[in-house]
């Protein structure tokens, strides 16, 4: 007769996570906003895509949240 104890089960395996998909950053025209919004990694991440300023890679609202006057800065230390 075999006294042995039962082995316990063995541990579920976690299927590995999918490799991560890098793709380059394709504007969605040559005069789109690029300001990122949400989680990268996750479906719901995406970038503005409004109407850029000329010379500048954000809208009209993400360039004034982007480009800060240094004198701006100091007042908000303050």
């Not at 009209?60 to 007042?75: F, G, L």
Request: proline share 21%; glycine share 6%.
């Amino acid at each position: 007769p075999n006294l042995a104890a039962p082995r316990p089960p063995a541990p579920a395996r976690r299927p590995a996570p999918p490799p991560a998909v890098v793709r380059p950053f394709q504007r969605m025209g040559g005069r789109s906003c690029c300001w990122p919004i949400g989680e990268p990694g996750t479906p719901e991440f995406r970038f503005c895509t409004a109407e850029a300023i000329p010379s500048k890679p954000y809208c009209p609202e993400h360039a004034a949240v982007a480009y800060v006057k240094a004198r701006d800065r100091r007042e908000d230390a303050a």
